[in-house]
């Protein structure tokens, strides 16, 4: 379904060996040098969701089938990427092609490892990343404006354009990201991010990636960028790169004692996976039988019929119905036949908007 998250950030503030840690591989080369990633490492990860394993105790199915994204470790950027430095211009493009941005953000002092700003000050390698973003689009945005003026001599709707557009390119230009543009819920917004992916209307999560201390308490730089991202509606993940790839290889159980021992439940990586998902609009439903507990994607507020093309298109086509039950009845009566007999079981039909962690079984007639 192309649901892809671009790893973006200064070059040596963590991102490959966050990359490494996300596929949970060592399939992202790291190095203590600039541009050591040049062509961008792409992967799929499982989102994490414990529901699934509460159904599997339940079904015991031969397999469990998780929702998954793509991540995309895009090299370094540096300043003046936006007009080609540092091989800026393709790193950019990669990131176009992404839905949402995960900026990692180094926010951990370390005289070994090199900064190529050579200080350490997150909310100034923010500003080089997302100035870089808004360059890019000031660019692209003058030659759509450009073109649109040729074509509005003869056409109304191009001069409307032009105009919405000149006014988006005026406000990029004082240092603002398109997604904070006051008319970005607008129809014409839509429509000309549409045609150009604008880099700065994408979401932003920050990943704030801090030593082992800074775990369990927010240091200086941790501060900056949360308050940062307050103001421009971002959120922040904290996150021990380090930490998280010494997870890798971890059976569940040494992996829960090791993060209980930092003294936290959740890896920052986990929690960046769930936003992600989040963020992209997407959320699951479920499938629960003896060959498979299934993780099912689908957009947020979609229709039964919708939900289930994400199986086959052949089910929308010859939907009838859908049995339902809510995710909580389930797990409480102890599966299908005791929710039933509990009169949990709905049937639903083609308006039924489906929530998140639904167990579904569709019928349909082809």
Not at 204 to 230: F, P, R, S
């Amino acid at each position: 379904m192309g649901l892809s998250i671009g790893l973006v950030g200064l070059p040596n503030v963590g991102k490959s060996t966050t990359f490494n840690a996300l596929t949970k591989a060592q399939n992202a080369e790291a190095a203590n040098y600039p541009f050591c990633t040049i062509e961008p490492n792409k992967a799929t990860v499982p989102v994490p969701d414990n529901r699934l394993e509460a159904l599997a105790k339940i079904v015991n199915p031969e397999r469990i089938q998780y929702s998954t994204l793509d991540f995309v470790d895009i090299a370094g950027l540096v300043k003046g990427a936006s007009k080609g430095e540092g091989l800026g211009n393709k790193f950019l493009s990669n990131i176009r092609e992404t839905e949402v941005i995960l900026q990692i953000v180094r926010c951990f002092e370390d005289e070994n490892i090199v900064h190529t700003e050579g200080r350490i000050n997150p909310l100034d390698d923010v500003e080089i990343i997302e100035n870089e973003l808004i360059f890019a689009d000031i660019e692209v945005l003058t030659n759509r404006i450009d073109r649109l003026n040729k074509q509005a001599k003869n056409d109304k709707d191009s001069a409307i354009m032009a105009e919405f557009a000149q006014e988006l390119a005026e406000f990029l230009a004082e240092g603002n990201l398109a997604r904070n543009f006051p008319k970005a819920n607008s129809e014409l917004f839509g429509q000309l991010n549409h045609d150009v992916r604008l880099l700065s209307a994408k979401e932003i999560i920050y990943g704030a990636n801090v030593d082992e201390e800074g775990l369990t308490t927010d240091n200086e730089h941790v501060l900056a960028l949360v308050a940062h991202a307050q103001k421009t509606g971002c959120e922040v993940v904290k996150l021990c790169a380090k930490i998280e790839e010494e997870l890798i290889g971890l059976d569940d159980e040494e992996r829960n004692e090791f993060l209980r021992d930092l003294g936290i439940e959740e890896s920052g990586l986990e929690q960046i996976i769930r936003k992600g998902f989040d963020k992209l609009g997407y959320m699951s439903y479920f499938t629960a039988g003896v060959k498979e507990v299934r993780s099912w994607t689908i957009r947020k507020n979609s229709t039964a019929p919708k939900a289930a093309s994400a199986i086959h298109n052949d089910f929308e086509k010859g939907f009838i119905r859908a049995e339902v039950i809510a995710y909580n009845d389930f797990v409480e009566c102890g599966g299908e036949a005791k929710s039933k007999e509990a009169g949990k079981m709905r049937l639903e039909g083609k308006e039924y908007i489906v929530q998140d962690g639904d167990i579904m079984h569709f019928r349909f007639n082809l």
